[in-house]
């Protein structure tokens, strides 16, 4: 009878360490470690592991989770940032300005999402803005653009905007489809991401 009682307390514990082992590792609960390849360019970060079959099953739950496509990184590769240049955790409360130029990259999307990974509830569709609109604003010039985050447009009519309406604490994540062989060998060293400035708060939120 003792003997059956520790089997049971022994798998009780497994399951409970394994589950919380599986929270902690995939990324559940924030600030928690990343696995696998990971990759951090002042802020923004990527794993070079997810879409490939050496990905672990702690990545794997993180990319289900965010509702990534999980393309092999030849196809497309994600870089996502929670903060601003400064570090302060992306809110909707504030206004902020992403500038950058081109990406070595076939094409890419920046793309905006709450804090439940979803995209924003709210009926702006403005939620996204890619190299297509980065062309038309720089005229084929330098490459270089720029688009405001808020949950107002901006006054000029003109300006390129990604709506944070209804989105709370959120991230911006960046795809990169059909990378060059560069980038996939030194991401580091071949990859300028976006800058984000904040420009102003609202309530006193900084």
């Given at each position: 009878?003792?003997?059956?009682l520790?089997?049971l307390?022994?798998s ?14 995939g ?7 990343r ?8 802020g923004?970060?990527?794993?070079w ?21 999980a393309m092999?990184?030849?196809?497309a590769v994600?870089?996502?940032t929670?903060?601003d ?11 902020y300005?992403v ?11 920046i793309?905006?999402?709450?804090a439940?990974s ?19 604003l ?12 808020s ?13 944070s309406?209804a ?11 059909q ?24 309530d006193g939120a900084?």
């Amino acid at each position: 009878m003792q003997a059956i009682l520790k089997i049971l307390v022994l798998s009780v514990l497994g399951l409970i360490f394994g589950g919380a082992s599986a929270v902690w590792l995939g990324g559940l609960i924030p600030n928690s470690p990343r696995t696998g390849d990971t990759i951090n360019i002042h802020g923004w970060q990527s794993d070079w592991s997810i879409g490939s079959t050496s990905a672990n099953p702690y990545v794997r739950a993180r990319v289900a989770r965010n509702g990534l496509l999980a393309m092999r990184k030849e196809e497309a590769v994600y870089f996502a940032t929670l903060t601003d240049d400064t570090g302060a955790r992306l809110k909707d409360a504030c206004t902020y300005r992403v500038a950058g130029g081109d990406f070595p990259a076939k094409w890419w999307s920046i793309t905006l999402y709450d804090a439940d990974s979803r995209l924003p509830m709210n009926e702006d569709q403005h939620l996204s803005f890619d190299q297509t609109k980065a062309r038309s604003l720089s005229g084929g010039n330098d490459g270089r653009w720029s688009f405001q985050i808020s949950q107002e447009p901006p006054a000029s009519d003109t300006a390129a905007w990604v709506s944070s309406r209804a989105a709370s604490s959120f991230d911006v994540m960046l795809r990169l489809y059909q990378p060059n062989t560069a980038l996939l060998a030194d991401p580091e060293a071949e990859l300028e991401p976006p800058t984000i400035e904040q420009l102003s708060c609202t309530d006193g939120a900084s």
